[in-house]
């Protein structure tokens, strides 16, 4: 069985401009995280999907970050501008639902970003 | 507000041996989760073991395990017959019941010296 896939695997653009990160769960998949990973810390959560919906948006930057998941498969993750700060590892990961007997999270290998 | 603290930035360990990997949280919560994931340079985080609060139990899977200790509020992870291939950063992770958010600690890079 497949992972969670995400592309790109780097990253390397300049402030200011626009980028964006796909990520596609293991088949059959409901629930879908964005997390932000700094150097040196854990992963922090952006952004939870249920399905189409996103349900849990509290901690994404709104301002210059937005998500979809359109048809409840797929999502990408897009940020516009980049700044400096943004440098960070973006990992997705997928649960199958919210049971606990099925909620472990799977993640992908995450996209490294730099922001020149 | 959940917190987990990794207080050991760094660990290592002589292949073979046994180490333990250190975790304590905060929370007022009574049902909850508690998780060790195991990050290569790869990236990908990769589940080494689960606990669930409400059981006394520690839980096990193969070399690895956990000695849970509610009223502490510690999450320890102990590795026996360390292998080459358990180098990693290591992270404790938090999860409430009904909440599928997880909260992480800092991690800790563990070293295994051949």
């Known amino acids: 069985e497949a992972g969670v896939v995400q592309s790109p695997r780097y990253k390397i653009i300049e402030k200011k401009q626009p980028v964006a990160f796909w990520c596609n769960p293991i088949?059959?998949?409901?629930?879908l995280y964005w997390y932000l990973q700094n150097l040196g810390q854990g992963p922090e959560l952006l952004i939870r999907?249920?399905?189409?919906?996103?349900?849990?948006d509290s901690q994404l930057p709104k301002d210059r970050f937005s998500a979809e998941r359109l048809k409840g498969v797929d999502s990408t993750l897009k940020i516009q501008p980049a700044e400096l700060g943004d440098s960070a590892v973006y990992l997705c990961?997928?649960?199958?639902?919210?049971?606990?007997?099925?909620?472990?999270?799977?993640f992908g290998p995450g996209t490294r970003l730099t922001v020149l | 507000a959940q917190t987990v603290t990794q207080s050991q930035p760094e660990m290592s360990v002589q292949e073979a041996e046994t180490v333990t990997l250190s975790c304590t949280y905060d929370t007022s919560e009574s049902d909850y989760y508690l998780f060790w994931y195991k990050q290569p340079p790869s990236r990908q985080m990769i589940l080494v073991i689960r606990q669930e609060a409400y059981k006394q139990q520690n839980a096990t899977e193969n070399r690895f395990s956990v000695n849970f200790q509610k009223a502490a509020k510690s999450f320890s992870l102990k590795i026996s017959d360390s292998q080459l291939g358990d180098a990693a950063m290591y992270f404790c992770a938090y999860r409430e019941f009904g909440n599928e958010k997880l909260t992480f600690g800092t991690g800790t890079r563990l070293t295994i010296i051949p």
């Open positions: 990961a997928s649960s199958l639902s919210a049971t606990p007997s099925t909620d472990t999270q799977y």
């Open positions: 999907y249920e399905n189409e919906e996103a349900v849990d």
């Open positions: 088949s059959g998949h409901n629930t």
